[in-house]
T-cell receptor
Framework: AQSVSQHNHHVILSEAASLELGCNYS??????LFWYVQYPGQHLQLLLK??????LVKGIKGFEAEFIKSKFSFNLRKPSVQWSDTAEYFC?????????FGPGTRLSVLP | DAMVIQNPRYQVTQFGKPVTLSCSQT?????MYWYQQKSSQAPKLLFH???????NEADTPDNFQSRRPNTSFCFLDIRSPGLGDAAMYLC??????????FGQGTRLTVV
């Protein structure tokens, strides 16, 4: 079965720092990839998704992610984080009708 | 406009007393999911419906059951809640776009 790993459990950045969160999935083939964000006390929201085409996808709030098939990776990036980006970030892979989530990365942005 | 609605937002139940959580959707999506999310962990899929076809995850305890009487509604029944079942329960739907849309969750407390 598919599994998803995220490189960091907790990332602490200062405002305006650049962000990269790592995500790897366990095996290839055709996959749909997602990043979800969960702000404190709120529900999961979709940040961006990759199905096919351009491997660099842009999402909401200035986030982007790059799909690298050869590395089974789908890393999330943002050039300049804000305090309001403090949240938990989940990478997910769609396998059949099932979404497999990574363990999440907690991002804390210091003002 | 809320598209995936979960009720109630907070549920307190007694140890061993059956409890039902509800989810409704206005998206007309054919797939509905129930996830369990414990603190600081990734959502864990319990089961999902593809239309009326029920798909149970192998490691979902028998204590958890689900009903989907129609496209719009889906219920999670916990027959005999234990202290370990205290968690956030997330309902999600997906349709032809492939992305999953999540409700705000129901936080279950077992006393």
């Amino acid at each position: 079965a598919q599994s998803v790993s995220q490189h960091n459990h907790h990332v602490i950045l200062s405002e305006a720092a650049s962000l990269e969160l790592g995500c790897n999935y366990s095996y290839g083939g055709t996959v749909n990839l997602f990043w979800y964000v969960q702000y404190p006390g709120q529900h999961l929201q979709l940040l961006l998704k990759y199905f096919s085409g351009d491997p660099l996808v842009k999402g909401i709030k200035g986030f982007e992610a790059e799909f690298i098939k050869s590395k089974f990776s789908f890393n999330l990036r943002k050039p300049s984080v804000q305090w309001s980006d403090t949240a938990e970030y989940f990478c997910a892979v769609e396998e059949g009708q099932n979404f497999v989530f990574g363990p999440g990365t907690r991002l804390s942005v210091l003002p | 406009d809320a598209m995936v609605i979960q009720n109630p937002r907070y549920q307190v139940t007694q140890f061993g007393k059956p409890v039902t959580l509800s989810c409704s959707q206005t998206l007309n999506h054919n797939v509905m999911y129930w996830y369990q999310q414990k603190s600081s962990q990734a959502p864990k899929l319990l089961f999902h419906y593809y239309d009326k076809d029920f798909n149970n995850e192998a490691d979902t305890p028998d204590n958890f059951q689900s009903r989907r009487p129609n496209t719009s509604f889906c219920f999670l029944d916990i027959r005999s809640p234990g202290l370990g079942d205290a968690a956030m329960y997330l309902c999600a739907t997906s349709g032809w776009t492939g992305s999953a849309f999540f409700g705000q969750g129901t936080r279950l407390t077992v006393v």
